[in-house]
């Protein structure tokens, strides 16, 4: 079946790193995303990840992918206010079809300044 | 170069009414999803437009349907609206066969 699983909370102080953790079932999964959603807006895409690679790196942004335990996770490095919003991984859907993305309940995190 | 964009940004509507939401995609893509999203929730798969007709499907009923026009825009239509359709509508595009999906800032629809 398709499902992805967030924790749904994370509070950090300025400065600091976040790391946000999800799970997936669908291990046929091609790429999964990190998208970031602020109070009342749409989502925004952070940055995606290929399913044969381990890591990838954007600037302050590290995914971490474990295939074997089929859990991603972002780490934001010097997490700024700015960054307050809820976060969201995603994977296409069964059977790795690129049509739609199955979401998870998203993370909430809050910076302390 | 400009994003997706939603129209309206906001709706009130009755139970029992329809309602009409528009899309317009990400330039150069062909490609348009719409999602629901309830409060607290993650966006839920509605459906997917390319060429013009519905490609995927996720678990909505009838009540809604979907239209794609040759310049790639897009409308979600909901008949018979229940209280339960209050979301956040959010379209989103991308380019025939790839799977990165850049959305709109959405259409909130509340049903009273």
């Known amino acids: 079946g398709e499902d992805v699983e967030q924790s749904l909370f994370l509070s950090v102080r300025e400065g600091d790193s976040s790391v946000i953790n999800c799970t997936y079932t669908?291990?046929?999964?091609?790429?999964l995303y990190w998208y970031k959603q602020e109070p009342g807006a749409g989502l925004q895409l952070l940055t995606y990840?290929?399913?044969?690679?381990d890591m990838k790196q954007d600037q302050r942004l590290t995914v971490l992918l474990n295939k074997k335990d089929k859990h991603l996770s972002l780490r934001i490095a010097d997490t700024q206010t700015g960054d307050s919003a809820i976060y969201f991984c995603?994977?296409?859907?069964?059977?790795?079809?690129?049509?739609?993305?199955?979401f998870g309940t998203g993370t909430l995190l809050a910076v302390q300044p | 170069d400009a994003g997706v964009t939603q129209s309206p940004t906001h709706l009130i509507k009755t139970r029992g009414q329809q309602v009409t939401l528009r899309c317009s995609p990400k330039?150069?893509?062909?490609?348009v999803s719409w999602y629901q999203q309830a409060l607290g929730q993650g966006p839920q798969f509605i459906f997917q437009?390319?060429?013009?007709?519905?490609?995927q499907r996720g678990n909505f009923p009838d009540r809604f349907s979907g239209h794609q026009f040759p310049n790639y825009s897009s409308e979600l239509n909901v008949n018979a609206l229940l209280l339960g359709d209050s979301a956040l509508y959010l379209c989103?595009?991308?380019?025939?066969?790839?799977?990165?999906?850049?959305f709109g800032p959405g259409t909130r629809l509340t049903v009273t």
């Open positions: 330039s150069g893509h062909d490609t």
């Open positions: 669908d291990s046929s999964s091609t790429y």
């Open positions: 989103a595009s991308s380019p025939q066969g790839a799977g990165e999906q850049y």
């Open positions: 990840i290929f399913s044969n690679m």
């Open positions: 995603a994977g296409p859907g069964y059977g790795g079809a690129t049509n739609k993305l199955i």
């Open positions: 437009y390319y060429e013009e007709e519905e490609r």
